[in-house]
Structure formats: C-alpha cells, structure tokens
C-alpha cells in the first residue's frame, strides 16, 4: 500500500485531505510544517508526498528540494491557491515537483491526480530499471570481450632510489583498450559488478609475466591484488601460475583501504604466496582506520606510506 506523507500548516486541511486520501485505500502520515516532514521522511518509506505551498519557515518548494534529497524515488506533488508561474515551471522542469495541485480541488480529482502521479512514477522506475539491467549486461559483455582479446595492459610508474634517483623497480597501473570501459576504476568496478575479479586478476598476471620476462634482473614490480583474490589460496595460487619463475622480483601489494582483515582465507593466501618467493607490501598505510592491525596481522615486508601522513 502507498503511503502518502502530507503536509500542510492549516490542520482542518491537512485533515481534511488525508480523510479524503485514506478513504480512498492509501495510508497517510500529516505533518504541519518542514521540520516535522523532514523527521517523517527520514524514518518512514514514503511514496508521495503532498505539500502545500504557503507554509511559514520553509515553504512547499524549499521542503519538496529537501525531500527529494532524503527519498529520490518519492513522488513529490505540490499543492496551491496561488501560483507564480514561473517559479512553479522552473520547480517542475528541474525535477523537484512532479505535479502541481491546484486550489481549490475536488477530492475525486485529488485522489485521480494522485493515483496518476503514482502510476507515472512507477513506469518511469520500470524503464529506469530495464535500462540500469542493460546498461549492466553491456557492461559485462564489454568486459569479458576485454579480457578475451587480451585488451588488459599495464602502465609503469618508475620507483626510484632516494639518494642516486636510480630506478629500482615499476608499480604496475591497469590499463585496457576499451572505448566503454575507459579506465582502470571502470574495469574494477565492471569486475567487481560481474564476479569476475578472478579472471581480471589472471589476465592481469599474464601481462605482469610478459613484461618481465623482456626486463632483466633485478629490476622488480609492484603488483595490486584485489582483496577478494585472497579468499581462495589455491585459486590465487593457480592464477599467479605466470608469475612463479619471477616470483622474487614481484612485491604484491595489499592496500589497506581495502579492508582485508576479516575476510575468509586471506592468512592462508598470504602464507601461500610467501612461500612461493613473493613478497608482501601493505600500500597506503595510515588511509584506514587500522593501520597497527594492518602491520600485526600481515606482517609486510614493505610498508608504503599514505600520502596523508
């Protein structure tokens, strides 16, 4: 059942149009001014919201921009005796107002106007949602063609000696070729999307083992893992198969805005990979709230320092 918030300063009113609403089989919540609405509507789970104009404090408009902020897919109809018609116009054309009532109204208008506003809302949610779900398979189509193709590539950013400025090693930064995915965030948040973390990180891998095997020693890389490759060690294991003859030169980096302690398995993941020659680094210390955690717990064999500190 929908439930209709309304709002009025004039309580015979506001009573008077919730007695018209309820009877016609939508629960209402009255609220006489912006501060109470705002309080309903940050507790409650509204679908409409019917607010008159002329309020003292905050008038209908300035509350309807309030609520919008609280209950994005709330409907939001304004109710008036005196309308300024461009304001009202402009409150419509930048989304605050779906509808606007004016008074005088009949209460079978009221109640028709309603239940439209309602219905129109609801099929616009209906095609928002049908094209979030194929924004979403495009996504993923778009993903797994990257990764079938060998689209994903690595970008390197020198690391350098502080007293001769001498390269050392690189930081492996994930790039791709994708003219929908256009950037390393994308590609993890498609990755992430689509359960596919594992896959990116195997195909991550193979391109870590390419470039090494054309850079001599003792030139070393700095790799990223998702958290989520730590939770199976024998997959992790099976994935970092390209990088085991480079094992020594490869430090991989668990960065500790991730939020690694907690997670199933990752203890056993990072023995694994120790065992196999890697090293471990803990990449942006002091970004999170648990830092000394981070350093007991996981015991780096590189620690670098968040910017911040």
């Known amino acids: 059942m929908h439930s209709i918030l309304v ?17 016609a089989g939508f629960e209402t919540i009255g609220a006489a001014g912006g501060a109470e609405a705002l309080r309903i509507a940050r507790e409650e789970a509204l679908s ?20 919008r902020d609280v209950q994005p897919s709330m409907v939001r109809l304004l109710v008036s005796g005196a309308l300024d018609v461009d304001v009202m116009v402009d409150a419509v054309n930048r989304g605050e107002v779906a ?6 109204v009949h209460p079978k208008d009221l109640v028709a106007t309603v239940r439209e506003a309602i219905e129109t809302a609801e099929r616009a949610g209906l095609r ?37 400025r001498r390269t050392v090693a690189f930081e492996a930064l994930l790039r791709c070729d994708c003219p929908t995915l256009t950037g390393p965030e994308q590609v993890l948040a498609a990755a992430e999307a689509h359960d596919a973390v594992h896959a990116l990180g195997r195909a991550v891998a193979h391109a870590a083992a390419e470039w090494l095997s054309k850079v001599p020693a003792p030139i070393q890389l700095f790799l990223n893992l998702h958290p989520d490759e730590l939770t199976d060690a024998e997959a992790l294991m099976i994935r ?16 500790e805005r991730s939020s690694l302690i907690g997670r199933p398995g990752w203890a056993a993941s990072v023995g694994r990979l120790r065992e196999a020659g890697f090293r471990i680094a803990v990449d942006d210390l002091g970004a999170g709230a648990s830092s000394l955690a981070a350093l007991a717990d996981i015991d780096p064999d590189i620690v670098k320092l968040d910017m911040s500190l």
């Open 7 to 23: 709002v009025d300063d004039d309580e015979l009113v506001r009573r008077t149009i919730r007695h018209v609403l309820q009877r």
């Open 48 to 67: 409409v919201a019917l607010v008159d104009y002329r309020m003292p404090g905050m008038d209908g408009l300035s509350l309807l921009a309030r609520l």
């Open 99 to 104: 509808r606007i009532i004016q008074k005088p």
């Open 128 to 164: 928002w949602q049908r094209a979030r779900d194929t924004a979403h398979q495009e996504q993923g189509r778009a993903l797994d063609a990257l990764i079938a193709r060998g689209g994903i590539s690595l970008g390197l950013q020198p690391i350098t000696r502080a007293d001769d």
């Open 240 to 255: 970092m198969g390209p990088l085991r003859a480079h094992a020594r030169r490869v430090v991989l980096e668990i960065t």
